[in-house]
C-alpha cells in the first residue's frame, strides 16, 4: 500500500511493511541506516527512509514525497515504455550486485521514469509478517527454487516479461510448478512478441538449477540486440497449439499427482502404526524432557544462552530464561531465524554471515545482501552468589540515523555495539534460569 500523511507537520509518502503486530528487531532502529536505491535517467542514487509509522493496525515507513507506482503496474504499460522499465531494472540490479530474488512489494515503479529499491533490511521485515498469501503473489509463483546469484536476477526480468504477455507469473499456475518448473512456451500466448524473443526468454524459464544461464550484464546486453524487434505487428495464431499443450500438459500433472498421491496413501499405510507410536512418545517426551541447561553451572548456562543467540536457537534460548523474562535478544533471534529460512527455501542460500567467521577472515567483504550477525569477545564475570556480569560485542546488520553526506552506504556495513548486562539466576531443581537481564551499557563502536 502506498499513503500519503502529515508527519510532524510535513507531507510524506507511506510504504505499507507489516501489520503493527510484527516485531522490529532493535538493528532496524539503531545504528547507520542501511541504504536502498534509486535509479532514474541511467543514474543510480542512495536513498533513505526516515521513520516509522502506524495507521488502522499497519506499520509503514515514511520519507521524503515520492510519487510511487506498485510494480503490476508494470504489467499495464504500453510495449515502449515497458521495455524501457525492464531496462531500468536490470540496470540497477545490475549496479548493485544483487544476488537474491527481490519480491514484488520491495521494488516500485517512479511516475514519469526511474525504480526505487527498497534497503535489504526493510526487504527481510516485511518477510517476517507476512501470511502464506503474501509469500505467494510476492514470492513462491516467481522464483525459481534452487537458482542462486545471478541466475535469480536473469529469472526474475523475464519472469516480468512473461507476466506482461501471458497475465500471469511463470510459476502462478501450480501445473507449472509441477509440471518441473516449466511455464506454458510464451510463443504460444498472443500478445505479438517475436519468438526470438520468445526463445530467448524460454530458455531462461526452462532452465533446470544445474544448467548454465547468462549472468545479468549478458542478459541486458542480449536484450538491447532484441530490443529494437521484440514486438512484431502480425503474429502468428497459436491458440491451437496452446490448447494441444495445456491438455497435454494436464495429463502429465495428472498422472505425476496420482502416483504421488498413491504413493504417499501406500508409504502411509505401511507406516501409520509406527508413526502413532512414535508422536505420542515424542509428544509425552517433550514434555517430560528437562531443559538444556541441566547440570550446568550457572556460569556455563550463561554461556550457552549467548552461544545461543549465535546459532539461533530460538529452543536453547528459552531453555535459559524463567518463565515471564523478557530478553531483547529473542525479537532478534526470531527476526533473523524467520528471515534466513525463508532465504534458504528460495534462494539455497541464508544470507547469514557469522560474526566471529568474518572476523577471524579479517573481515573480508561480503554480498551486500547478506547479514553478519553474532556475539564474540564474551566475558562473563560473577559479582555475588546469583548475579553476573556479561561484557561482549555484538555484530549486527547495521540501520537506524541517515549517515551524513560524506558517510554514504557503500554496501553491507555492520554495526559493532560493546554490551554490558547484569543477569540475575536461581537454582531451579538440578538446572538454573535466568530470573532478570538488566542492560547497564549499550555503546555502539566507530
Not at 120 to 140: C, H, R
Request: proline share 4%; with cysteine.
Amino acid at each position: 500500500m502506498i499513503e500519503t500523511a502529515i508527519i510532524n507537520e510535513k507531507q510524506k509518502t507511506l510504504l505499507y511493511i507489516s501489520s503493527e503486530k510484527t516485531n522490529i528487531p532493535s538493528n532496524i532502529l539503531q545504528g547507520k541506516r542501511e541504504s536502498g536505491y534509486l535509479y532514474k535517467d541511467g543514474k543510480l542514487s542512495e536513498w533513505y527512509w526516515q521513520g516509522f509509522t502506524q495507521q488502522n493496525g499497519n506499520r509503514y515507513i515514511y520519507f521524503e514525497p515520492l510519487k510511487l507506482l506498485h510494480l503490476e503496474a508494470l504489467f499495464t504499460l504500453e510495449k515502449t515504455e515497458l521495455l524501457k522499465r525492464i531496462s531500468d531494472i536490470a540496470e540497477l540490479l545490475k549496479i548493485v550486485n544483487c544476488k537474491r530474488f527481490i519480491p514484488q512489494d520491495a521494488l516500485y515503479l517512479i511516475e514519469g521514469g526511474g525504480v526505487l529499491l527498497l534497503s535489504f533490511s526493510i526487504m527481510e521485515l516485511q518477510n517476517t509478517g507476512k501470511n502464506s498469501d503474501q509469500v505467494e503473489s510476492t514470492y513462491e509463483k516467481w522464483v525459481r527454487p534452487g537458482f542462486r546469484d545471478e541466475k535469480i536476477s536473469v529469472y526474475q526480468m523475464a519472469s516480468y516479461i512473461y507476466h506482461y504477455i501471458t497475465k500471469e507469473a511463470p510459476l502462478e499456475n501450480p501445473d507449472a510448478r509441477d509440471d518441473s518448473y516449466k511455464p506454458v512456451p510464451i510463443n504460444l500466448y498472443p500478445g505479438k512478441l517475436n519468438p526470438k524473443a520468445g526463445v530467448w526468454i524460454q530458455k531462461v524459464l526452462n532452465a533446470k538449477e544445474t544448467d548454465e544461464i547468462q549472468d545479468i550484464s549478458t542478459w541486458i546486453e542480449e536484450f538491447k540486440v532484441l530490443r529494437n524487434d521484440f514486438f512484431i505487428e502480425n503474429p502468428i495464431d497459436t491458440s491451437v497449439k496452446l490448447e494441444s499443450y495445456l491438455a497435454s500438459r494436464e495429463k502429465r500433472v495428472k498422472k505425476k499427482r496420482f502416483l504421488r498421491k498413491r504413493g504417499n496413501i501406500l508409504l502411509a499405510s505401511a507406516v501409520s502404526l509406527v508413526t502413532i507410536i512414535a508422536v505420542l512418545a515424542s509428544i509425552l517426551s517433550n514434555v517430560l524432557a528437562p531443559p538444556a541447561t541441566v547440570g550446568l553451572l550457572p556460569e556455563e548456562m550463561l554461556a550457552l544462552y549467548y552461544q545461543s543467540q549465535n546459532t539461533l536457537d530460538s529452543e536453547l534460548l528459552a531453555d535459559c530464561l524463567d518463565r515471564g523474562v523478557k530478553s531483547e535478544a529473542e525479537n532478534m533471534v526470531t527476526y533473523l531465524f524467520v528471515t534466513s529460512r525463508t532465504r534458504m527455501a528460495y534462494e539455497q542460500n541464508d544470507g547469514l554471515v557469522s560474526a566471529q567467521e568474518w572476523l577471524d577472515q579479517g573481515k573480508p567483504e561480503v554480498d551486500p545482501t547478506s547479514m553478519i550477525f553474532g556475539i564474540t569477545d564474551l566475558e562473563i564475570t560473577q559479582l555475588d552468589e546469583d548475579t553476573f556480569l556479561a561484557e561482549y560485542n555484538l555484530w549486527s546488520p547495521s540501520s537506524g540515523e541517515e549517515p551524513d553526506d560524506d558517510e554514504a552506504y557503500t554496501g553491507n556495513i555492520v554495526d559493532q555495539t560493546s554490551i554490558k548486562e547484569e543477569l540475575d539466576v536461581r537454582l531451579k531443581k538440578d538446572y538454573w534460569l535466568i530470573t532478570e537481564i538488566r542492560r547497564i551499557d549499550s555503546t555502539l563502536v566507530d
